[in-house]
């Protein structure tokens, strides 16, 4: 099993930028997909970006694209999200996942994951 715990949320302004860690405890991390996913208000879970396991290879957003970069180190068993020229429409619940067990096709589809934490808030005042 993995536990999580995020951190590096709060209050920034438009423009501005936030990294944002997800601390995994338990073994095997590089062994699990990580991803980020966000939750505003009223709306659902949204996709923002992805780290699959064993591999290099990372995966975003469309809202986030030259924006957001995921990264993991894999010796401290953390993940981060750094973002940058942040925008009000990025105010949200940031989430952290973890699965050891999804497939390539379905690393966008938050249902599939099975570990969360308990979330960070962001918030980007205009």
């Known amino acids: 099993q993995a536990h999580l715990v995020e951190s590096g949320g709060g209050l920034v302004q438009t423009g501005g930028s936030l990294r944002l860690s997800c601390a995994a405890s338990?073994?095997?991390?590089?062994?699990?997909?990580m991803a980020w996913f966000r939750q505003a208000p009223g709306k659902e879970r949204e996709f923002v970006a992805a780290?699959?396991?064993?591999?290099?290879?990372?995966y975003q957003g469309d809202s986030v694209k030259g924006r957001f970069t995921i990264s993991r180190d894999n010796a401290k068993n953390t993940v981060y999200l750094q973002m940058n020229n942040l925008l009000p429409e990025d105010t949200a619940v940031y989430y952290c996942g973890a699965s050891a067990r999804l497939i390539l096709s379905s690393v966008r589809d938050s249902a599939r994951y099975d570990y969360w934490g308990q979330g960070t808030q962001v918030t980007v005042s205009s």
């Open positions: 338990g073994r095997s991390f590089s062994g699990y997909t």
């Open positions: 780290s699959f396991r064993g591999t290099n290879n990372i």
